[in-house]
């Protein structure tokens, strides 16, 4: 896809038209926001935002027609893509963008409009569910707030992961076109600090004290892409066959247990720096 993101480089009416017809077309708007990504970071917000608002435009129709995902996903990307090009520092991008995903959940962005109550009523006309959400009212909770918050958070989860890999391919691009190989290097070096892993673990805590549930729903994606990095780093450092990566991705999207074993590999090399020990010891 490098020769798509040279062309959109060559002028803004070329990155602006590309972002503007992919965003419009169903289920491409990723590439629109990857484009306002590649712009920003290379130029920076204000040049880059007549490419921006030319993705966000076709998104906000989108937002219109019932589906809040496309513009929820320029929007987060370009925020990441702000931090990134200013700080350099994925591992603060990722923060960012967890903070804001989950600001929206709780502020109910991602909600159908009339909220949860219609798709409540529909999922009663089955017997088993219907008895499950009685027992739970008895049990004192708020179905109609539960199953908003789920909806939400399974909505924000998408946005955030679809604005992750739209950074990470605007980023790909911007290396591929300035610096190649650069961009290999930056993400097998990704580790979360000490203090920004502080700073999730008091996010998470201070989200259960106050009541708000969805700082927890999406601070764990940091974590999860520092050890995605970390694999790579590692199977990078080690010069092994891409097909372990294969491997490694096809159980990390069909078993849960893969993903814990990950968010604590990622933990554990916040203080261990796996890829450093085997870098010095090679």
């Known amino acids: 896809m490098l020769p798509i993101a040279r062309w959109m480089m060559r002028g803004t009416p070329h990155a602006a038209g590309g972002a503007a017809i992919a965003t419009l077309v169903p289920w491409l708007f990723w590439l629109g926001a990857a484009i306002a990504a590649l712009v920003t970071l290379r130029r920076g917000l204000s040049p880059a935002l007549p490419v921006i608002v030319a993705a966000a435009l076709p998104a906000g129709w989108w937002w219109t027609q019932g589906d809040v995902i496309p513009l929820s996903s320029v929007l987060l990307v370009t925020l990441m893509a702000v931090v990134l090009r200013s700080r350099m520092r994925w591992s603060e991008a990722l923060i960012v963008g967890a903070l804001v995903g989950a600001g929206m959940i709780q502020f109910g962005v991602f909600l159908p409009p009339g909220g949860a109550g219609p798709m409540l009523e529909q999922l009663r006309q089955a017997p088993e569910v219907d008895r499950l959400l009685g027992e739970l009212t008895r049990q004192g909770l708020d179905t109609e707030q539960l199953a908003g918050l789920l909806i939400g958070g399974i909505t924000g989860l998408v946005v955030l992961i679809a604005a992750v890999a739209c950074l990470a391919l605007a980023r790909s691009w911007q290396a591929g076109l300035f610096n190649p190989g650069g961009f290999r290097e930056e993400f097998h070096a990704l580790r979360l600090a000490p203090r920004e892993l502080a700073v999730l673990a008091v996010l998470g805590v201070a989200g259960m004290v106050l009541g708000l549930p969805a700082l927890?729903?999406?601070?764990?994606?940091?974590?999860?892409?520092a050890g995605i990095a970390l694999v790579h780093g590692f199977?990078?450092?080690?010069?092994?066959?891409?097909?372990?990566?294969?491997?490694?991705?096809?159980?990390?999207?069909?078993?849960?247990?893969?993903?814990?074993?990950?968010?604590?590999l990622a933990f554990i090399d916040v203080f261990a720096d796996f890829r450093g020990r085997v870098a010095s010891r090679d």
Request: proline letters at 5%.
């Open 216 to 225: 927890g729903m999406l601070l764990w994606i940091p974590l999860l892409v």
């Open 235 to 264: 199977i990078g450092v080690k010069g092994m066959n891409g097909l372990w990566l294969v491997a490694f991705y096809v159980l990390l999207i069909t078993t849960w247990p893969m993903i814990l074993i990950v968010l604590l």
